[in-house]
């Protein structure tokens, strides 16, 4: 069970969109619609942004917006705010009750 | 409002045993509804899935960890909790209990996070 892989720091300036890949395998992200996605200010819970692939909690803003192709999930920030400066992860079920994380993607707003 | 507190030592000794507990306030624990598990984050590293348990028991491991982990249940204190045995300092992590709802297979609730320190 190895870790999701994610680019370690994207950034964009206010106003633009992003996009945040989530690359795994054919026995977790490929294999299940089950990728959710986690926002992360340093010393804060971690937040619940999307989850099965597309799907938005209630109260989550409608920039955020997730995506699957095969074995890569991508998550797509529109209308880039300074809040939205954090550290986002990827997640996909991986069969069996596991759970598979990426290593996380540092947003900059420039 | 559900809120999910871990409390436990800060500091541990390698080849000790960490222990932690995760007291859920503001909704039940023994609802039918959701898996509660644990989640740690290494310095530097991401975010790494321990296990999880159902309010009846039953509880699932990360293979990596499993031969180290047990997460058990008390569901009259409203607690769930870790115990991870012959620590290193590999161990060394912010760890956050949280909540899975059946229905979305996500983590939708999280503690604040405690850090453990593995030194002697």
Redesign the interface.
């Given at each position: 069970q190895s870790a999701l892989t994610q680019p370690a720091s994207v950034s964009g300036s206010p106003g633009q969109s992003i996009t945040i890949s989530c690359t795994g395998t054919s026995s977790d992200v490929g294999n299940y619609n089950l990728v959710s996605w986690y926002q992360h200010h340093p010393g804060k819970a971690p937040k619940l942004l999307v989850y099965e692939v597309t799907k938005r909690p209630s109260g989550v803003s409608n920039r955020f917006s997730g995506s699957k192709s095969g074995n890569t999930a991508s998550l797509t920030i529109s209308g880039l705010q300074a809040e939205d400066e954090a550290d986002y992860y990827c997640c996909s079920y991986a069969g069996s009750s596991t759970w598979v994380f990426g290593g996380g993607t540092q947003l900059t707003v420039l | 409002q559900l809120q999910l507190q871990e409390s436990g030592p800060g500091l541990v000794k390698p080849s000790e045993t960490l222990s932690l507990t995760c007291t859920v306030s503001g909704g039940s624990i023994s609802s039918s509804s959701y898996y509660w598990g644990w989640?740690r984050q290494s310095p530097g590293?991401?975010?790494?899935?321990i296990g999880?348990i159902y309010y009846s028991g039953n509880p699932?491991y990360?293979?990596?960890l499993k031969s180290r982990v047990t997460i058990s249940i008390d569901t009259s204190k409203s607690q769930f909790s870790l115990k991870l045995t012959s620590v290193t300092a590999a161990d060394t992590a912010v760890y956050?209990c949280t909540r899975y709802p059946t229905a979305?297979?996500?983590?939708?609730m999280?503690?604040?996070?405690t850090m453990v320190i593995v030194s002697s």
């Open positions: - | 989640i590293k991401g975010l790494e899935c999880t699932y990360n293979p990596s956050y979305i297979v996500a983590f939708d999280w503690g604040q996070g």
